[in-house]
């Protein structure tokens, strides 16, 4: 079905097309009267924290949700997400499947050192933010944290389009040392992520949080929002702040800047290998054929 999209060609066009098979939806929302569907829903932000959202949006997809819940069977990619969804949609937590996102993808991946020339960083100690520019991303706790230290060749680059509609637009204090660096290549986010002091993940809410295996993936030390998704992708491979404590992350921030820290770099690499979108494939696949036979 070449050229289709947005919701209304899913609930009809698709519907029509995929009415005698079974379907895999896998961006969190698909049609409602399709009788042999599985859904992956990533979280449940939409009910969690509408206020990150245009108001029809979260409200609409509030509705959708619930839909799909009495419908079609879901899967989502983490524990917590499971806990979330299961209590937001009033389902046993034992009907939702958990297929982990992975970040294997980016280490096949051969890096770019030229975009760190590029973006004027080889001079300078950086730190990464990577993703969309949304208020669930909370960058604005990042650069207050940046605020903090006094090196003036400190770099904190951000990585990620600016937010589409649907989201209200952050505010973004100016400060010489941050970089925007945009949309960027794998190739060349391996590179930013291999040369990094850090990554940097200071969100308010998560469903899983692919960003932190990416940088495990690459060596890069992670230092996250205390949230329940980041621990249970990191455990005790990352460093951890409150979400809104930039004088705690500032201070991680001081750390890496003056030391390694092999053994945490060790445990990333660790976390890392426990996820696989292979395995991940399976388990869907597994669901979609066991489900209806």
């Known amino acids: ?31 409602v009267l399709h009788p042999r569907q599985i859904v992956v829903i990533h979280d449940a932000a939409v009910f969690r924290h509408p206020e990150h959202f245009r108001r029809g949006y979260a409200a609409f997809h509030r509705i959708l949700g619930r839909l799909l819940a009495r419908q079609a069977r879901l899967a989502t990619v983490s524990d917590f997400s499971r806990r979330e969804l299961a209590a937001v949609l009033n389902l046993p937590p034992a009907d939702i499947t958990v297929a982990p996102n992975s970040a294997d993808h980016l280490g ?123 621990r249970e992708v990191c455990a005790d491979a990352a460093l951890y702040f409150a979400p809104h404590d930039d004088a705690t992350l500032a201070g991680h921030m001081t750390r890496l800047l003056t030391a390694t820290d092999p053994a945490r770099r060790d445990a990333g690499l660790r976390r890392a290998e426990r996820y696989s979108w292979s395995r991940s494939a399976e388990i869907l696949d597994d669901l979609l054929t066991s489900t209806w036979r």
């Open 108 to 230: 096949a991946v051969t890096p770019d050192p030229a975009v760190i020339d590029s973006l004027d960083l080889t001079d300078h100690p950086y730190f990464v933010a990577l993703g969309n520019l949304t208020p669930n991303k909370n960058l604005a706790v990042a650069l207050r944290a940046l605020a903090h230290l006094a090196d003036p060749t400190v770099r904190l680059v951000m990585i990620g389009a600016r937010p589409p509609a649907i989201f209200d637009q952050p505010t973004i204090q100016p400060d010489p040392r941050l970089t925007f660096a945009g949309r960027r290549s794998d190739a060349e986010i391996a590179a930013l992520l291999r040369s990094a002091r850090g990554l940097i993940f200071p969100s308010l809410y998560e469903g899983f949080g692919i960003p932190q295996l990416e940088a495990f993936v690459h060596g890069c030390p992670v230092i996250a929002s205390d949230i329940a998704a980041t």
């Open 1 to 31: 079905m070449p050229g289709g999209r947005g919701h209304l060609w899913e609930q009809t066009a698709l519907a029509w097309t995929a009415r005698h098979g079974r379907l895999l939806s896998l961006g969190g929302s698909g049609p």
